[in-house]
Nanobody, 119 residues
Framework: QVQLAESGGSLVQAGDSLRLSCTVAVRAFEIAFLAWFRKPPGKARRIAASIRYDDGLTWYEDFAKGRFTISTDNDKNTVYLQMDNLKPEDTALYYC????????????WGQGAQVVVSS
């Protein structure tokens, strides 16, 4: 079983930086990928970035490239999303997710952290 809990959501101004954290309670051998998704108001949820659990290989959606950085701590118990130069269109509910080995989609989700970027 995997349990995920996000923190760090906040109201910020355009141009600010913010770091989201997600504690990952998991048996390490179960996890293939960790990721951050976001759901803007009235829009569908989309992946922002992912990190391969075993070797730290990262991937970013186009809107996240150059501004967002996904990382884990040394123990891989926490996954972070560093967001720089935030824009109003980054306003969304941000979710942490985990994908188990052998699964084709993310099968564990946190409750979400709200990020609001004012102009």
């Amino acid at each position: 079983q995997v349990q995920l809990a996000e923190s760090g959501g906040s109201l910020v101004q355009a141009g600010d930086s913010l770091r989201l954290s997600c504690t990952v309670a998991v048996r390490a051998f179960e996890i293939a990928f960790l990721a951050w998704f976001r759901k803007p108001p009235g829009k569908a949820r989309r992946i922002a970035a992912s990190i391969r659990y075993d070797d730290g290989l990262t991937w970013y959606e186009d809107f996240a490239k150059g501004r967002f950085t996904i990382s884990t701590d040394n123990d891989k118990n926490t996954v972070y999303l560093q967001m720089d130069n935030l824009k109003p269109e980054d306003t969304a509910l941000y979710y942490c997710a985990a994908r188990s080995k052998g699964f084709g989609s993310y099968n564990f989700w946190g409750q979400g952290a709200q990020v609001v970027v004012s102009s």
